[in-house]
C-alpha cells in the first residue's frame, strides 16, 4: 500500500501558542488528503478535506480559523492549530487516497498535548 | 440515526476460531466500504476494501456486502492473539470521504 508519514509523532505545547503538523505522501501524489481528530475511545472524526492548489473544506463545527490547512504540493499538507487550547488535546490522524481507488492510507498521527 | 454502526463489542473470541464483525450504514447510495484496524495508540490500517455484493477473500480475511440490506461484514478466520485490535468500518461519503462507523474492538484469547 502507499505511504504516508507524519510529523511530529507527539508534540507537546502550551495552552494559547501554535503547532503545525506536517502529512507527507512518500511514493504517490495525492491531490486530496483529509484531516481526522480521535479523542480516547472514540472512533475518527473527519475534520477537513485538503485539496492541492486551493481551499480546505472543513467539516461542520470544526472552526477553519482555528485549523488552518494548507496543501501547496501534491505530497504535503499541513495542519496548524492556533492558539491551542487543553480541549485541542487529542490524536490527529492525515490520510490520503492515490486517486486509483476510493482506498485511503493512513499517517501515523500526531499526538497532541496542550498543558 | 448514525450513518455508520457497529457493535463495540467487546467481541471475545478464543484462538482458532472465526471472528466476526459487522457494519450497517444508512446511504442507500453508498458504493465504496472498507475495514481497518487499529491498534491501540496507533493510526488506522487497512484491511480490505469491497465494492460489490458478495463476498471478497483475502487471506484469513472474508469482507462480505449486502447492499440491498445496507449491510457489510468482516469475518477473520482463524484469528491470533496479534488480531485483537479495534476494527473500523468506512463507508465512502463521495469525492473521497470516509465516514467510520464507532469500531469493535476484537480480543483473542489465547
Known amino acids: 500500500g502507499a505511504v504516508v508519514s507524519q510529523h511530529p509523532s507527539w508534540v507537546i505545547c502550551k495552552s494559547g501558542t501554535s503547532v503545525k503538523i506536517e502529512c507527507r505522501s512518500l511514493d504517490f501524489q495525492a491531490t486530496t488528503m483529509f484531516w481526522y481528530r480521535q479523542f480516547p475511545k472514540q472512533s475518527l472524526m473527519l475534520m477537513a478535506t485538503s485539496n492541492e492548489g486551493s481551499k480546505a473544506t472543513y467539516e461542520q463545527g470544526v472552526e477553519k480559523d482555528k485549523f488552518l490547512i494548507n496543501h501547496a504540493s501534491l505530497t504535503l499538507s499541513t495542519l496548524t492549530v492556533t492558539s491551542a487550547h487543553p480541549e485541542d488535546s487529542s490524536f490527529y490522524i492525515c490520510?490520503?487516497?492515490?486517486?486509483?481507488?476510493?482506498?485511503?492510507?493512513f499517517g501515523p498521527g500526531t499526538r497532541l498535548t496542550v498543558t | 440515526q448514525k450513518e455508520v454502526e457497529q457493535n463495540s463489542g467487546p467481541l471475545s473470541v478464543p484462538e482458532g476460531a472465526i471472528a466476526s464483525l459487522n457494519c450497517t450504514y444508512s446511504d442507500r447510495g453508498s458504493q465504496s466500504f472498507f475495514w481497518y484496524r487499529q491498534y491501540s495508540g496507533k493510526s488506522p490500517e487497512l484491511i480490505m476494501s469491497?465494492?460489490?455484493?458478495g463476498d471478497k477473500e483475502d487471506g484469513r480475511f472474508t469482507a462480505q456486502l449486502n447492499k440491498a440490506s445496507q449491510y457489510v461484514s468482516l469475518l477473520i478466520r482463524d484469528s491470533q492473539p496479534s488480531d485483537s485490535a479495534t476494527y473500523l468500518c468506512?463507508?465512502?461519503?463521495?469525492?473521497?470521504?470516509?465516514?467510520f462507523g464507532q469500531g469493535t474492538e476484537l480480543s483473542v484469547k489465547p
Open positions: 490520510s490520503a487516497g492515490s486517486g486509483r481507488s476510493y482506498e485511503q492510507y
Open positions: 469491497i465494492y460489490s455484493n
Open positions: 468506512a463507508v465512502n461519503k463521495g469525492r473521497g470521504k470516509l465516514i
